[in-house]
């Protein structure tokens, strides 16, 4: 069975530009989370969507947003990046909301603002 | 708001030595507790996943305890590995309709040969 995919791996931007990650959750699971990771502030909650809604938001500003498909597949998009968004972005996904559930993680995405 | 602390940050140790890494957290209305490891650059890995009602989970070398009342967990690694240096990472979910785990900084393993 295929783990968590994101895509791209790695991504330079400029400031002020927009980026759009992807992550494919593991076939069968239909909640997915988004996370970013700094050396600073460790890893923070960003959103969690499940059958197409956002269920839950972390305190980001309204640059980052997210969204999921009938596939369950989500894109996170942060706009006018700042130097600040260099980050990891981990996604993790569950076969549902209950608690008992294991979240597993994908590889993240490494962007890069300069 | 819940906070979860990791101590020590970073840990050295000779190979074949048993270790206990510690993990606090200050709300103890949890629903389960889990610990991750992360190697350099990637994603987390689940080790272990510990329900609000259970006292402990194994799995092979690693046994993971939780005792919510005092706000702690501990993760005990038997006979320690080069292969086991990573960063371990505790995260705890907590009530309230939330699916989000908070986090602990972690503790940087090394096993030296």
């Known amino acids: 069975k295929a783990g968590v995919t994101q895509t791209p791996r790695y991504l330079i931007k400029t400031r002020g530009q927009q980026v759009t990650l992807s992550c494919s959750p593991i076939s069968g699971h239909r909640s997915v989370s988004w996370y970013q990771q700094t050396p600073g502030q460790g890893l923070q909650f960003l959103f969690e969507?499940?059958?197409?809604?956002?269920?839950n938001k972390g305190n980001f500003p309204g640059r980052f947003s997210g969204r999921q498909f009938s596939n369950s597949r989500s894109e996170m998009n942060v706009s006018t990046l700042e130097l600040g968004d260099s980050a990891l972005y981990l996604c993790?996904?569950?076969?549902?909301?209950?608690?008992?559930?294991?979240?597993?993680f994908g590889p993240g995405t490494r962007l890069t603002v300069t | 708001k819940q906070e979860v602390t990791q101590i020590p940050a970073a840990l050295s140790v000779p190979e074949g030595e048993n270790l206990v890494l510690n993990c606090s957290f200050t709300d103890s209305a949890i629903y389960n507790l889990q610990w991750f490891r992360q190697d350099p650059g990637k994603g987390l890995t689940s080790l272990l996943l510990i329900q609000s009602s259970q006292r402990e989970q194994t799995s092979g070398r690693l046994n993971a305890s939780l005792d919510k009342s005092s706000g702690r967990s501990t993760l005990y690694i038997a006979a320690s590995q080069p292969g086991d240096s990573a960063t371990y990472l505790c995260?705890?979910?907590?009530?309230?309709?939330?699916?989000?785990?908070?986090f602990g900084k972690g503790t940087k393993l090394t096993v030296n040969p």
């Open positions: 993790a996904s569950k076969r549902n909301r209950d608690r008992g559930n294991q979240q597993y």
């Open positions: 969507y499940f059958s197409e809604t956002q269920r």
């Open positions: 995260a705890v979910s907590s009530q309230g309709g939330s699916e989000k785990l908070v």
